[in-house]
């Protein structure tokens, strides 16, 4: 089960790279919420998340050929749905043993952050159904949060409260 620090830490460490890349929240904290499910640790995971972005970013008709996807779809799959993107290249990866040789070899210099990186990558790969359903479900707690603000707000900002909290006030 995913916990609130976790969720909180993980974010905290990856947010301008996710709002960089057009992460929403909700998708940010339910891959958190699968990541510490999977027993990934929130820096080490957070660290290869980013550095996992900024590949794909670099190179998107590599990582569309790595994705098995055609470049077009690709590119506008990362555009609006990034977390999807990142799921389909890691699921490339991991189908395709050589290509993933290849990837894991590009980061083997990079010391530990690569080992970082090899082992978040090989976790989204194996677990993509599963990541894609925690991301719905941080989606779905996202709006459901802020419906349940909505309500508040319009059963609390109506004339007669406003009133009363005027009333309170002095």
Known sequence: VASGPYIVDF???VLSTA????F???ATVGLAAGFEELGLKAESSGTAFQTLIATIGEDVPKAAKIANEPLKEFQA??????????IKYAEGLVKNGAAFEDVT?????AGE???RVRQ???TIGQSGEFLRNKIDLGNKAMKETSAITAGFAL?????ASIIDKIGKAF
């Open 11 to 13: 974010t905290q460490r």
């Open 19 to 22: 709002k960089a890349a057009n």
């Open 24 to 26: 929403t929240l909700g």
């Open 77 to 86: 799959l990362f555009a609006k749905s990034p977390q999807e993107a990142l």
């Open 105 to 109: 070899r590009a980061f083997k210099d």
């Open 113 to 115: 952050e690569g080992i």
């Open 120 to 122: 978040t990558l090989f």
């Open 155 to 159: 059963k609390n900002d109506n004339f």
